[in-house]
Nanobody, 120 residues
Framework: VQLQASGGGLVQPGGSLRLSCAAS????????MGWYRQAPGKERDLVAL???????RYTDSVKGRFTISRDNAKRSLYLQMNDLKPEDTAVYYCNADIRRSGTWGFRTYWGQGTLVTVSS
């Protein structure tokens, strides 16, 4: 099972980016999916989370600017980021609770991270 994140890059303040994360491999099911970020010298923190039922949660600093969504048929997760600020600069990681085919129980998998740099 792998999570592949993409979509990062350099953007000016006020700009937008859309991150994507695709799950692949022998997957029976996916529950919660989320985006985390880690700025230089800081811990990895939750940015946004979405459950299988479509419930979403955001950290306060991104509310109203970021939108998390998922496509269960494509086993994909997205993060639309608008009105980006320099403090949003970080490596963004996706994660998902996945049950592999032929196994019982869910475990958390992480993508490799994609760098978002917000600078003029």
């Amino acid at each position: 099972v792998q999570l592949q994140a993409s979509g990062g890059g350099l953007v000016q303040p006020g700009g937008s980016l859309r991150l994507s994360c695709a799950a692949s491999g022998s997957i029976f099911g996916i529950r919660d999916m989320g985006w985390y970020r880690q700025a230089p010298g800081k811990e990895r923190d939750l940015v946004a989370l979405t459950t299988l039922d479509g419930i979403t949660r955001y950290t306060d600093s991104v509310k109203g600017r970021f939108t998390i969504s998922r496509d269960n048929a494509k086993r994909s997760l997205y993060l639309q980021m608008n009105d980006l600020k320099p403090e949003d600069t970080a490596v963004y990681y996706c994660n998902a609770d996945i049950r592999r085919s032929g196994t019982w129980g869910f475990r958390t998998y992480w993508g490799q991270g994609t760098l978002v740099t917000v600078s003029s």
